[in-house]
């Protein structure tokens, strides 16, 4: 999907033939293109992401530690860093219907990389929230985004 982000009066002549140019050389107008305006916000980060994923393997070994297992086919499993991730997505984030043209495919779950910076504030929050009721401490370094973001917000 292509987007232009706009932030200034003297770009949007630039964009606007930037725009003409593309559609008419890339389109094949067998179906129609739609053009929505809407405020840009900026994506979630990769550090953020990346202190996701520490927390994700933090919980999994945590819960390992405590003993914490579910049971499948008979067995007691201990969760892992990609069953964390799923489990806790789930529950904070939720799912979706995921159209493409005709075909829907129900129920799967929302992806972090279309959160926005505060969506994925807010979900970080939510996990370091869930974990320290479970008595998990999870490493914040001092100078990481969340950190930062977390203190301007109590600023």
């Known amino acids: 999907m292509n987007f232009y982000k706009i932030n ?6 630039q964009i606007l033939d930037n ?3 593309n559609l008419i050389q890339n389109w094949d107008f067998t179906h129609p293109v739609q053009i929505e ?5 900026n994506p979630r980060s990769l550090s953020q992401n990346a202190l996701l994923h520490v927390w994700f ?3 999994a070994k945590a819960m390992k530690q405590k003993g914490f297992t579910y049971e499948m086919d008979g067995s007691q499993i201990h969760l892992s860093k990609d069953d964390v991730k799923l489990m806790l997505k789930h ?13 829907v495919i129900p129920d799967q779950l929302v992806s972090t990389s279309n959160l926005d910076k505060g969506e994925m504030m ?3 929050s939510e996990v370091y929230n869930w ?4 008595g998990i401490q999870l490493k914040t370094p001092e ?9 301007a917000q109590n600023a």
Request: charged residues 45%.
């Open 131 to 134: 974990a320290f009721d479970r």
């Open 143 to 151: 100078d990481s985004e969340y950190m930062k973001l977390r203190k």
């Open 91 to 103: 529950k904070f984030l939720g799912v979706k219907d995921i159209v493409r043209g005709k075909l």
């Open 19 to 21: 725009l003409a140019n």
């Open 37 to 41: 305006f809407k405020e840009y916000k």
């Open 57 to 59: 393997d933090d919980i």
């Open 122 to 124: 807010h979900f970080l």
């Open 8 to 13: 200034s009066r003297e770009k949007v002549q």
